[in-house]
């Protein structure tokens, strides 16, 4: 079979391809530029003065791939710290990590949030309590770790959402709902679908916020360079009315494919790292759900590889329409599947074509193509959706790339390079 596979595959033609610079607003937060600032947020009265010496504080921290995630905890922690208080971290991530503690504990170490770069304990356990009900009379969960604890300020980013639309996305009200609800309380908000998550996002966070001692929160938002781009510092009692606001400015920050659309995209690496849905589709346009839209218009997608972070767990390969045996062998169905049932969006699971190699999958989506012109085909290659700065177009693009004025073009069309196993040469690295 598999000779009958690479007969209808191999005089496929793969289009020559350039590496393009996409231009946006670059007004990113130097690293060393993040303590100070954040330490004058937490030192308005009304937040500092909640914290009190020997409070016990819990600190969350989530499983994205924030920018500069260590240096923001860990200047967190040392304010606590210097208010004679005693922090702690917990992780805020649902049912990320196989729904397990050990899975979340791995997902802080590879942020580098340890007990020894904290300076603090860690605290991942996925036991929940009952801590009152929401306006509905629906039990809300939090994890215990946070709910015994004297104080507990919001770690997080705030990002548009993948899968569904509304004042409150990705961002503070999500971590305190989905975040610190661990499997069991995210499992509770997701029962409805996503079609009425801009409805319990805010109720389940309204309710957590009036029965736990929820402090204050930091956001950060980050530009279209992954840098951070601000920090705010909202008071508990800010949180409901000004977050909107920040989603608002963090769509106008995200990145996007400086192109309207194209016959085939793909995507080098796919992760948990990268976008809770494994690679954003408001960038690539590959949303399984109706409540939310935009990004780059495709005909085929294919997947490639699967991050070392994402720690085998496979979410966003539901996406794709081919990928390599490689990607499918370093899929755990039992670290994928239990945040996909938890969401109840088990489309973002779905096993596309599984090639051999790279070359197979590009091909594959080629050739798979209507109504498109082989000889020109219009291609779009991207590292991952986190790193959109540099990306690779096929020939097809080239004149018009030289008239985008948001795209800078680095140099003239090549070949695309595959090693002697069909896998390409630069993988990730463009």
């Known amino acids: 079979m598999e000779d009958v596979i690479d007969s209808l595959l191999k005089d496929v033609p793969i ?24 330490v004058n947020g937490m030192s308005r009265p009304e937040i500092a003065a909640q914290i009190q010496p020997g409070m016990n504080i819990a600190i969350t921290v989530g499983s994205r791939q924030i920018a500069n995630i260590t240096v923001i905890t860990k200047t967190i922690v040392d304010f606590v710290k210097s208010r004679g208080a005693h922090p702690f971290i917990v992780a805020a991530m649902g049912s990320h990590g196989g729904a397990t503690s050990q899975g979340q504990r791995e997902i802080l170490r590879q942020f580098h949030v340890t007990e020894e770069t904290m300076g603090c304990p860690v605290k991942t356990s996925m036991e929940v309590v009952k801590i009152g009900v929401n ?23 705030i990002k548009p959402h993948t ?22 309380g995210a499992s509770v908000c997701h029962k409805a679908g996503f079609k009425y998550m801009a409805k319990y996002i805010p109720m389940f966070g309204r309710a957590i916020l009036k029965q ?45 494919i400086c192109v309207p659309e194209c016959d085939v995209l793909i995507c080098d690496v796919i992760g948990k790292n990268f976008s809770g849905s494994g690679m954003d589709p408001n960038i690539t346009g590959s949303f399984v759900t109706p409540y939310a839209s935009g990004g780059l218009k495709s005909q085929r997608i294919a997947v490639l590889d699967l991050s070392e972070e994402s720690h085998h767990s496979g979410v966003g390969i539901g996406m794709a329409h081919a ?104 993988l990730g690295n463009l």
């Open 15 to 38: 289009p020559r391809m350039f590496p393009v610079r996409q231009i946006f607003p670059d007004n990113g937060m130097e690293t060393d530029q993040i303590p100070r600032n954040l």
């Open 135 to 157: 306006e509905e009379g629906t039990d809300v969960f939090i994890g215990k770790d946070a709910a015994e604890a004297d104080g507990i300020i919001i770690n997080c980013r």
């Open 163 to 184: 899968c569904f639309r509304g004042p409150y996305e990705s961002g503070i009200m999500k971590m305190i709902t989905i975040g610190l609800g661990k499997q069991a």
């Open 212 to 256: 736990a001692p929820i402090l204050f929160a930091v956001a950060v938002l980050e530009n279209a360079y992954d840098k951070t781009e601000r920090i705010v510092v909202l008071n508990h009692d800010e949180i409901e009315e000004k977050e909107p606001g920040l989603l608002e400015k963090a769509k106008q920050l995200l990145p996007r």
């Open 323 to 426: 990928t390599t045996r490689r990607f499918f062998e370093k899929m755990d169905f039992s670290l994928t599947y239990p945040n996909l049932i938890t969401s109840m969006v088990i489309e973002n699971a779905r096993i596309p074509m599984v090639m051999k190699n790279d070359r197979q999958a590009i091909q594959l989506c080629i050739r798979t193509c209507a109504d498109a012109d082989r000889e020109r085909i219009r291609m779009v290659r991207i590292s991952n959706t986190l790193k959109m700065e540099r990306i690779l177009l096929s020939e097809s693009y080239y004149e018009e790339a030289s008239r985008n004025p948001q795209l800078e073009i680095l140099d003239r069309p090549q070949p695309m390079k595959f090693d002697d196993m069909g896998n390409l040469t630069d």
